[in-house]
């Protein structure tokens, strides 16, 4: 079956960094687009960025642009963000999602980890 384990997460203070990893397995990893998205405390998901099978394409969300880079190594099924610049409201549980299909669509997610967590301090 589809498993995704997220980890990386944390506490850092403003301005720091951490890379999220999230190890893939029970599917093919190189077909697929992979997303994170995140959730703030009491608030909805969020969608942070998502990569093309290929690597090919990336997108990002105004929040993020220019300070988080998401890649994937296909031959370590693995998916990766490195979060730069980190603001308190950064502070959210990180998923892992797996697209339905090779491109990123934000929306046809059909399997998430268990979350990260990640914790900016002021």
């Known amino acids: 079956q589809v498993q995704l384990v997220e980890s990386g997460g944390g506490l850092v203070q403003a301005g720091g960094s951490l890379r999220l990893s999230c190890a893939a397995s029970?599917?093919?990893?190189?077909?697929?687009?992979m997303s994170w998205v995140r959730q703030a405390p009491d608030k909805g998901l969020e969608w942070v960025s998502g990569i093309y099978s290929g690597s090919s394409d990336k997108y990002y969300a105004d929040s993020v642009k220019g300070r988080f880079t998401i890649s994937r190594d296909n031959a370590k099924n693995t998916l990766y963000l490195q979060m730069n610049s980190l603001k308190p409201e950064d502070t959210a549980l990180y998923y892992c999602a797996k697209d339905q299909y090779y491109s990123v669509t934000r929306g046809a997610l059909d399997a998430w980890g268990q979350g990260t967590l990640v914790t900016v301090s002021s």
């Open positions: 029970g599917f093919t990893f190189s077909s697929y687009a």
